[in-house]
């Protein structure tokens, strides 16, 4: 049975592919000429919402440490 904590990291593993494979088509895009601007945007607003919610995982994998 998975834990939550191996489907948090199952998530963020996901995540992060996901944003790999948006840095990748983005920089296709912009090497090629011209491109849908309207396209751009909203992979870049996809690609900075998964880097939100990859921050927001992260942080709920690492434990708080108290002084």
């Not at 088509?25 to 396209?39: C, F, N, S, W, Y």
């Amino acid at each position: 049975m998975l834990t939550d904590k191996d489907n948090l990291l199952r998530r963020l593993h996901a995540l992060r592919s996901e944003h790999r494979d948006l840095d990748t088509v983005i920089a296709r895009l912009t090497e090629h000429g011209p491109m849908d601007h309207l396209q751009m945007q909203r992979l870049k607003k996809r690609k900075l919402g998964l880097k939100d919610e990859i921050a927001w995982l992260e942080s709920r994998l690492i434990p708080d440490r108290t002084a």
